[in-house]
């Protein structure tokens, strides 16, 4: 018995043991240590970098592009959540209860949903390099050619600080949309038919069906991907960093945080600041992560 | 059945897991402490054959990088010359396109390669090399005799220039093999064709820009509108010649208002006038490659770029195309430097690693490769002047070699540098963005240079970066 009950210990640490010592080496360790480095002065080749205390985050509250930065971040945080859950309801609705008899979607709704979710299915470094061709300034733009044929002079998307924020922007929604149909999908066939079907017997119209049955019963589905497109948002790099000029540019118009890290590090060689950044970045993303979960908590409604 | 488990937390703890966590948690990101040094092995005497010391059959590591120039001149050329001196030696040949990513954790764990290429947009930053004593100090190279000849000293086998720029904290570490050479480049054939001559002045220039405009044949003038320090360059150089070298110096050196002074107005204000009515459509948002094939096929006439270009190029410049290049013209009528002066800088940056197993041998392969031969086959395979006094002389050259070559005579010691860029990252980032500001007249030039400075002091102000100097 005693032996049996060994046996099973060992069972169950063997098949543990990697796994866990894995994630503890290469996750925990390495974030733990980013705390400890954002407190020395480590450029990245020495063995003995010094201990230098806070300075380090001193000097970042008189970064003005970490903050230009962080300001990207934020209005992406606040932006793109909310332009892709709502476009992507909207499909999601159509797809699945928007057709004439409100229980169904609209024709050819099969092939919708297989085709939003293309954009999911290219790797990001793909997405940042295609667009880069699509907002080419010249006459080999796919936008601005057809522009240019009509006579109106190019768009810099990439070029004009005033607009590149948006092509970066218009990048991470595309992308996004169509998980989040799917997402939204697969909330809205557990939710039961005949709720929309008492709905229409009321004669609730689509603009009702939407608002009172579909929306409250999402909610909870809704919050999940506020959630990740939050994190999204605040951890966004390779869409940056291989689409826009200069990395985040131009003129810092696009530069987000994880750049800014990129950039002390690797290229400025300073990892112990660019820890630091790190570190202030962990920290908007657990608060963000808390405090969405906490004033989005609602009701759940059973059924 | 009782549910305490049979294997304490304790004997766990103990037991598989945590040893080895330990002493993978100390290897992972934080540096590693150097390994105990391993050069007990006593040096090799020298000799007249072997001035630095070359131990017979110690391995040799060599990482080169993968960029405009290939790896096929190391290879081909400078590996199979060290051979023939070192049978015996190893090569380990590699390369990579990311100096960086590759060779920084081989740093931060004590056993770095011998001879390293650190080039590329990604190169090591060479001030923290230099920090953490981490590059040989290359002077013995400079006092050996060279390959070619006993009696004269590397030293005097190349431009003094690269002695000035590799020397980090007095000592000469870092060599330039490249001899860059800056300036306006063009057509050979479509300025003959069209009948346009070269401008010596900078109101011949704006006068060309005009013609070719009007012409409505190709636009006059583009840059690599992505990457803005293809801008700066001429306009840092059209300062230099109107106020002096040291205009570039005081940049360099961070001195106050060093931005803000009276030449670089009149040069930001000649540049920021090309910007606003000379460029090529579109040319902001266009990179170096496709602004120099916009030029391949005659669209644009001219763009700044440096004796790279013609290699960079050459799968899709025509075969008539006849690349040349000609210096700033004169700006002032009372400039400080003379027709002719060029900004000239060598890249293409070789390190020999301090702390390597042997280092002796990656000197030894820099005195190879500073060979005429060397040299000479090199400029010939990936058509770039090498800072090896004299090497490219009685060679088939490229016609962009050529004018290169023949300016770069007729400048003698009309040369400028600047340096500011290479050390102080965070500035040059600035100087980017700034300069595609003023280019795209979203920044005066007055607000240009006050940007520059501001972003200089807040450097200079900065305890935490190294600060460099030069004369």
């Excluded at chain 1, 990439?158 to 997402?183: H, R």
Aim: aromatic residues 12%; contains cysteine; neutral net charge.
């Amino acid at each position: 018995m005693i032996f049996n009950r060994y046996r099973r210990g060992l069972f169950i640490i063997s098949f543990l043991a990697a796994p866990v010592m894995l994630y503890l080496v290469y996750v925990i360790s390495p974030y733990l240590q980013a705390f400890y480095i954002a407190m020395t002065d480590w450029r990245g080749v020495t063995a003995t970098p010094t201990f230098i205390g806070l300075d380090n985050f001193v000097r970042l509250f008189g970064d003005e592009t970490f903050w230009k930065a962080v300001t990207h971040n934020v209005l992406l945080l606040v932006l793109l959540p909310l332009i892709t859950i709502v476009i992507a309801l909207f499909f999601a609705f159509l797809l699945n209860v928007g057709g004439a008899q409100g229980v169904t979607g609209i024709r050819g709704s099969k092939i919708y949903r297989v085709v939003f979710f293309f954009p999911q299915v290219l790797a990001v470094a793909v997405v940042a390099v295609l667009f880069q061709q699509v907002f080419r300034p010249d006459g080999s733009g796919m936008l601005n050619g057809p522009l240019m044929a009509l006579g109106v002079s190019p768009i810099g998307f990439l070029s004009d600080p005033q607009v590149a924020f948006w092509s970066v922007l218009g990048v991470m929604v595309w992308q996004a949309v169509g998980f989040y149909v799917v997402l939204f999908s697969a909330g809205l066939a557990s939710i039961p038919r005949d709720m929309f079907e008492a709905a229409q017997i009321d004669g609730a119209g689509r603009m009702s069906l939407f608002f009172r049955v579909t929306l409250p019963l999402l909610w909870d589905t809704v919050q999940v991907a506020w959630v990740y497109l939050g994190i999204l948002a605040l951890d966004v790099f390779a869409i940056v960093w291989v689409m826009t000029d200069q990395h985040g540019g131009p003129d810092w118009s696009t530069t987000v945080m994880a750049a800014e890290i990129y950039r002390n590090a690797f290229q400025y060689s300073r990892f112990g600041y660019a820890s630091a950044l790190g570190v202030v970045m962990f920290v908007f993303t657990v608060g963000f992560a808390i405090l969405s979960l906490r004033l989005s908590r609602r009701e759940r409604i059973e059924y | 059945m009782p549910h305490t488990p049979h294997i304490s937390r304790r004997e766990l703890l103990r037991g598989a897991a945590l040893v080895p966590v330990a002493g993978a948690l100390a290897a992972c990101a934080t540096p590693a402490a150097p390994p105990a040094a391993t050069s007990s092995s006593a040096p090799v005497a020298t000799s007249a054959a072997n001035p630095l010391g070359v131990p017979a059959d110690k391995p040799l590591e060599v990482w080169i990088f993968d960029g405009g120039f290939g790896q096929d001149y190391a290879t081909g050329i400078h590996q199979p010359l060290f051979k023939s001196k070192y049978p015996n030696v190893e090569i380990k040949h590699n390369s990579t396109k990311e100096i960086t990513k590759v060779l920084q954790p081989r740093f931060a764990g004590g056993n770095p390669p011998e001879v390293i290429d650190n080039s590329g947009a990604n190169f090591m930053d060479f001030g923290a090399l230099a920090q953490d004593s981490q590059l040989q100090d290359l002077t013995a190279l400079l006092d050996a005799p060279s390959w070619d000849d006993p009696n004269t000293k590397v030293r005097d086998t190349i431009d003094q220039s690269v002695i000035d720029i590799g020397t980090y904290d007095g000592k000469f570490s870092v060599l330039g093999y490249v001899n860059y050479i800056h300036g306006i480049w063009y057509s050979q054939k479509a300025f003959r064709d069209n009948q346009w001559q070269i401008p010596k002045t900078w109101d011949e220039f704006l006068a060309l820009c005009e013609t070719i405009k009007k012409s409505g044949k190709m636009a006059p003038f583009t840059y690599a509108g992505k990457f803005p320090q293809y801008l700066y360059e001429p306009l840092l150089t059209m300062a230099a010649k109107i106020g002096g070298n040291e205009v570039l110096v005081n940049i360099d050196n961070l001195e106050d208002g060093a931005w803000t002074a009276e030449p670089m107005k009149t040069a930001a204000t000649a540049w920021a006038e090309v910007g606003a009515k000379y460029l090529m459509q579109g040319t902001t948002g266009l990179d170096h490659i496709q602004t120099q094939t916009a030029q391949n096929k005659y669209r644009v006439a001219m763009l700044p770029s440096g004796s790279w270009l013609e290699n960079e190029q050459k799968s899709t410049t025509p075969a008539d195309f006849e690349y040349g290049m000609f210096p700033i013209p004169d700006v002032t009528g009372s400039d400080k430097l003379p027709y002719g002066t060029l900004h000239t800088q060598p890249g293409e940056n070789f390190i020999v690693s301090a702390k390597s197993p042997n280092p002796q041998a990656g000197m030894e392969y820099l005195r190879a490769m500073l060979s005429k031969k060397a040299a000479g086959d090199f400029s010939e395979l990936v058509r770039t002047l090498t800072v090896v006094k004299g090497a490219s002389e009685g060679r088939k050259n490229s016609p962009g070699v050529e004018s290169a070559s023949k300016a770069i005579t007729e400048a003698g010691a009309n040369v400028v540098y600047y340096r500011w860029n290479n050390w102080y990252g965070p500035l040059k980032d600035e100087g980017v963005a700034a300069t595609g500001e003023l280019m795209a007249g979203r920044l005066s030039p007055d607000k240009y240079l006050e940007r520059m400075q501001k972003k200089a002091d807040e450097i200079k102000n900065d305890s935490s970066i190294k600060k460099y100097q030069r004369s």
